[in-house]
């Protein structure tokens, strides 16, 4: 919910009681929400249950002196706008600490209480802009959700393989990025790029596509130029670029015999060598309407004996060991399907 300046809610910390009376006081008039502790710990705890606009926090205060406290909200608590006070210059906290807590403010208490306002009045804008920037940001994201799936759709109606096989991938590679502990971006690029990571296949025309029975030389050359295709429509989005280099080498292999650009090693991309075995993975064990399903089993022996040749090595002994460890790994995609 948008802050406005009349009801932003501010916490203070402070042990002088005295000052702390007529700091709310003061504040209230401007008819602002306070919130007061004397004693840190609780204060603390308040702001773990509750969300605070603005802290107002004393730099020397027992048990747990400002910077600590600043230290243990900021664990929780990126945007609260923070001012720490102090009763004299000399007592100040560094630059340092300033920057490294993200500390907004500064405010001597033996400076005019006007001035303090005006810290408060620039923390309540600065919360709206905030507010603001994430709203912006949650109609976008919702926009761009719209347009993928707008895109997964346009590929899924030419070709209905290539939807479930894509929501598959996409499934299995973030399954399989989480057991790596690879970071929440990376668990992004993951879902979008096993998503999208066919999707230049919308560039092959339909009687290579949705051609029954075995490829030409001609057609399969043609086949192998969605990649490039599939690269160029995300390279050219703002947005989604960063999917480019992992869709363009899901095809590549580890001794250097894959397509487009024949990389070898670490020369491919991390995340494209996990998409790579996903995409074998859920390709092998898929029905198709010219070949039947491989069991979970077959699947794993295969991309065994591929280790080191097409697949990381790697990569490929960790996908086995997790699926060892707890075979939902995989039977919760593929429930259907024979282990
Ligand atoms: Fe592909
Ligand atoms: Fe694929």
């Known amino acids: 919910m948008e802050s406005t300046i009349n009801s932003a809610k501010i916490m203070i910390i402070d042990d002088d009681v005295h000052m702390m009376d007529i700091l709310s006081m003061v504040l209230q008039k401007y008819n602002y929400q306070v919130c007061s502790y004397t004693e840190p710990v609780s204060a603390v705890q308040k702001l773990k249950e509750e969300k605070f606009d603005i802290l107002i926090v004393n730099y020397l205060i027992a048990p747990i002196n400002g910077e600590k406290i600043v230290e243990l909200v900021r664990e929780f608590d990126k945007e609260i706008y923070i001012i720490l006070m102090s009763v004299h210059k000399d007592l100040k906290p560094s630059i340092d600490t ?153 095809h590549e292999r580890i001794d250097g015999k894959g397509y487009p650009n024949g990389l070898s090693g670490n020369d491919i991309p991390y995340l494209a060598k996990i998409l790579a075995i996903c995409d074998s993975f859920d390709a092998m064990i898929s029905r198709r309407s010219y070949k039947e399903s491989k069991t979970i089993t077959f699947a794993i022996d295969q991309l065994i004996e591929c280790s080191s040749t097409q697949f990381d090595k790697e990569l490929v002994d960790k996908f086995v060991s997790y699926y060892n460890q707890d075979h939902s790994f995989i039977t919760d995609i593929y429930p259907n399907n024979e282990l």
């Open 98 to 250: 300033m920057k490294n807590l993200d500390i907004q403010a500064y405010f001597e208490k033996s400076s005019r209480f006007d001035q303090l306002i005006m810290l408060i009045q620039s923390g309540v804008k600065y919360i709206e802009q905030i507010n603001r920037i994430k709203d912006m940001n949650l109609k976008l994201e919702k926009y761009l959700i719209d347009f993928a799936n707008i895109l997964l759709n346009t590929v899924g109606a030419k070709d209905h393989f290539t939807e479930s096989h894509s929501q598959n991938v996409s499934k299995l590679a973030v399954e399989f990025g989480k057991r790596l502990n690879l970071s929440k971006e990376d668990l992004e690029l993951l879902r979008l790029s096993g998503l999208f990571h066919d999707i230049g296949k919308i560039g092959i025309p339909d009687s290579i596509l949705l051609k029954q029975g075995k490829l030409t030389n001609e057609e399969y050359e043609t086949m192998k130029l969605h990649p490039i295709m599939g690269a160029n429509i995300f390279g050219l989005s703002e947005v989604f670029k960063t999917l480019s280099p992992i869709i363009l080498s899901h």
